[in-house]
């Protein structure tokens, strides 16, 4: 079992970065694909980036595509979501996910809000 928590949410202004961090434990993050998810109420989650076991492959969704970056520190157990160009439709909470086969997903945070004002 994995234990995945969120950080670094927050509001920030149209144009800002924030950068998420998701610590993982009981279980090393290593053998998996760490990914993340953002819901606005009302609406159904959806894939934002996700990173292969190894780093070598990262996916993201066309929406924060060249202004997202999902990186990961295996030793630390850490994943991240560097947000630069934040606009208000970025506005969700964002979660952290961890998965031992794509596209299932096992494990999740409990989320973290990002509110990005006009």
């Known amino acids: 079992q994995v234990q995945l928590v969120e950080s670094g949410g927050g509001l920030v202004q149209a144009g800002g970065s924030l950068r998420l961090s998701c610590a993982a434990s009981?279980?090393?993050?290593?053998?998996?694909?760490m990914g993340w998810f953002r819901q606005v109420p009302g609406k159904e989650r959806e894939f934002v980036a996700a990173?292969?076991?190894?780093?070598?492959?990262?996916y993201y969704a066309d929406s924060v595509k060249g202004r997202f970056t999902i990186s990961r520190d295996n030793a630390k157990n850490m994943a991240y979501l560097q947000m630069n160009s934040l606009k208000p439709e970025d506005t969700a909470v964002y979660y952290c996910?961890?998965?031992?086969?794509?596209?299932?997903?096992?494990?999740w945070g409990q989320g973290t809000q990002v509110t990005v004002s006009s």
């Open positions: 996910a961890g998965a031992r086969k794509t596209p299932t997903y096992d494990w």
């Open positions: 990173m292969s076991w190894s780093g070598g492959g990262t």
């Open positions: 009981g279980r090393t993050i290593r053998s998996y694909t």
